[in-house]
């Protein structure tokens, strides 16, 4: 997902102002590095610019549609 994500990074972007709005699109787990959220840590992320896409049993979430299932999961991208 993430290699579709750079591929297509170029469609995606969306300009306010004649600003892009994504400035940069960062991986946080990698295959021998993973990270997991609980319900508690997805609650300490409280940055309204930055968007954090997760894995979760539930499938792949937004943070804000995990805090509000209350689901903790598997971070993958964080698109600021």
Partial sequence: IFDY????????IKYKN???VINSV???SNKGHNIFYSVYN????TD???????????????ITVSKKFQIGG???ILIN
């Fill in 48 to 62: 309204n610019n930055s968007l954090v896409i997760i894995f979760t049993s539930k499938g792949i979430k937004s």
């Fill in 74 to 76: 598997q971070p993958f």
């Fill in 42 to 45: 997805t609650w300490k992320i």
């Fill in 5 to 12: 994500l750079c591929f297509f990074q170029d469609q995606i």
């Fill in 18 to 20: 004649n600003k892009s």
């Fill in 26 to 28: 960062q991986k946080i």
